[in-house]
Nanobody, 125 residues
Framework: VQLQASGGGSVQAGGSLRLACAASGGTFSSYGMGWFRQGPGKEREFVAAISWSGTFTYYADSVKGRFTISRDNAKNTVYLQMNSLKPEDTAVYSC???????????????????WGQGTQVTVSS
């Protein structure tokens, strides 16, 4: 499985970005997908996850109400719509494919088998 993230960039606080992660190989529609981020000098942290069908979504408290995760199984792509961005959202954002199809265990890094290379998001004040 290969994951290619795109859509990062530089925006001012309050702005929006939409990240996309295209998957190739494997069976995309059978597995949950997640987004993680790693800010400067910080450990990688969970951002959002979505079940195989898109029915269930999970968010970190820090992004609830601002970020929306979605997926298009026909395009083997998962998205992260980020609105009302804050400087503290600055990080490298990576997508990952879970080893499970759904469930709150997707909040945990160890549940993910495949990782993309990451895309930089920079939010200026």
């Amino acid at each position: 499985v290969q994951l290619q993230a795109s859509g990062g960039g530089s925006v001012q606080a309050g702005g929006s970005l939409r990240l996309a992660c295209a998957a190739s190989g494997g069976t995309f529609s059978s597995y949950g997908m997640g987004w993680f981020r790693q800010g400067p000098g910080k450990e990688r942290e969970f951002v959002a996850a979505i079940s195989w069908s898109g029915t269930f979504t999970y968010y970190a408290d820090s992004v609830k109400g601002r970020f929306t995760i979605s997926r298009d199984n026909a395009k083997n792509t998962v998205y992260l719509q980020m609105n009302s961005l804050k400087p503290e959202d600055t990080a490298v954002y990576s997508c990952a494919q879970s080893s499970t199809s759904s469930g709150s265990s997707m909040l945990q890094e160890r549940q993910y088998s495949y990782w993309g290379q990451g895309t930089q998001v920079t939010v200026s004040s």
